[in-house]
């Protein structure tokens, strides 16, 4: 994916994101309480992951946020299953998950000037069977992303 994501990332005036940071966000849960981190993993566990195939096509702008986001055309049912899943534990601990459609995309550049929706001539397709709690830091450099251990 990483040969795929750099040389789109050019195609756009931005700051682009660090290969570090580059993932795919299934639910966003906010500030929690670090004691209550083991629930999280707990839950993570409980959670079945039907395997599924995502396909990168497009190179978007999103003007809210100022991001260059690579997405997908579709969101295959076993993706939203497990997205529906995660929300359903987020809201078991006490934490009302966002409500809004889920799109997944990863965020190639930050700070980006406005354009035209890119339909790429070549795609990335990423076959996916599991997921991970990761962590995100705000730093003076900006946010970078940690998986958490347990």
Not at 59 to 81: I, S
Not at 85 to 106: D, F, S
């Amino acid at each position: 994916m990483r040969d795929f994501i750099s040389p789109v990332a050019k195609l756009v005036e931005g700051r682009a994101t660090e290969r570090r940071n580059w993932h795919i966000t299934l639910a966003y849960i906010g500030e929690f309480p670090e004691e209550r981190i083991d629930e999280l993993h707990e839950a993570r566990r409980a959670i079945n992951v039907e395997p599924f195939r995502l396909r990168f096509d497009r190179l978007e702008f999103w003007p809210r946020p100022k991001v260059a986001a690579l997405v997908t055309a579709t969101v295959p049912p076993e993706l939203q299953r497990l997205v529906e899943a995660l929300k359903g534990q987020i809201l078991a601990a006490g934490i009302e998950p966002e409500q809004r459609a889920y799109r997944p995309h990863v965020t190639v550049a930050t700070n980006a000037r406005p354009f035209e929706v890119l339909r790429l001539a070549q795609s990335a397709t990423i076959d996916w069977d599991s997921f991970e709690l990761v962590e995100s830091v705000s730093q003076p450099g900006g946010v970078t992303y940690h998986p958490l251990k347990q």
